[in-house]
C-alpha cells in the first residue's frame, strides 16, 4: 500500500472526526435532543480520531481499518501511553493509571455505542432499536446509564484529551 494512501486516509478520517466532533458539541448544547444524537456523533468523532491516528502512526491496514468500528479503546489507551502525554505524568504514575482507567472504561462504552460492535452482550447503542427481554428499546428514548461518567469530572476529563486528540493532532503521535 502507498504512504500516500494511508496519509490521505488518515487525513480524511482526521477530518471527518473534527466535523463529527462540532456537530457533537452543537447537540449537546441543545435542549430536547434525546441523548442517544449526542452519543451518536461522539461515537462517530471517537472512532474516527482513533482511524486517524493509526494510520498516520502505526502499521495499521487502511482496508481493515476502514470496515471495522472497533479501536477507540486501543487508541486511547496507545494516545494516554504516548511519549508526550505520558511524560506530562512525570512523578505522577498513580494519577496516569487512574485516568488511563476511567479513559478505558469510557473508551469501551463509547466504542458499544456502534450497533455492529457487541450486539449479543450489549445491545443498547445510538442508531438502532433493540431487544431488551420482551420489549423493544427505541435509543431516543433510552437514557444509557452506562455513560452517565461522562457528566462527571472523570468524563469531563475524557473529553477533554478527545478534544486534545483532535485540536495537537498535528503534534501529538502515538510514537
Request: charged share 25%.
Amino acid at each position: 500500500m502507498s504512504e500516500n494512501r494511508r496519509s490521505n486516509y488518515a487525513a480524511a478520517f482526521y477530518r471527518q472526526a473534527q466535523s463529527d466532533w462540532e456537530v457533537y458539541l452543537r447537540l449537546t448544547q441543545m435542549l430536547d435532543v434525546p441523548r442517544c444524537h449526542e452519543l451518536h456523533y461522539l461515537q462517530m468523532a471517537c472512532e474516527k480520531l482513533a482511524k486517524a491516528y493509526r494510520l498516520r502512526d502505526l502499521d495499521a491496514d487502511v482496508d481493515d481499518l476502514a470496515t471495522k468500528h472497533a479501536g477507540f479503546m486501543k487508541f486511547i489507551n496507545a494516545f494516554l501511553r504516548s511519549p508526550r502525554l505520558f511524560s506530562e505524568y512525570k512523578g505522577k504514575l498513580s494519577a496516569h493509571q487512574a485516568i488511563c482507567k476511567s479513559a478505558a472504561a469510557l473508551a469501551r462504552g463509547i466504542e458499544k455505542l456502534a450497533p455492529a460492535i457487541d450486539k449479543l452482550h450489549s445491545p443498547a447503542n445510538a442508531e438502532y432499536p433493540w431487544e431488551s427481554g420482551d420489549r423493544v428499546v427505541v435509543p431516543c428514548e433510552y437514557g444509557y446509564p452506562d455513560l452517565s461518567l461522562l457528566n462527571a469530572p472523570g468524563g469531563r476529563a475524557f473529553l477533554k484529551l478527545v478534544e486534545r486528540a483532535l485540536r495537537e493532532y498535528e503534534i501529538l503521535t502515538l510514537r
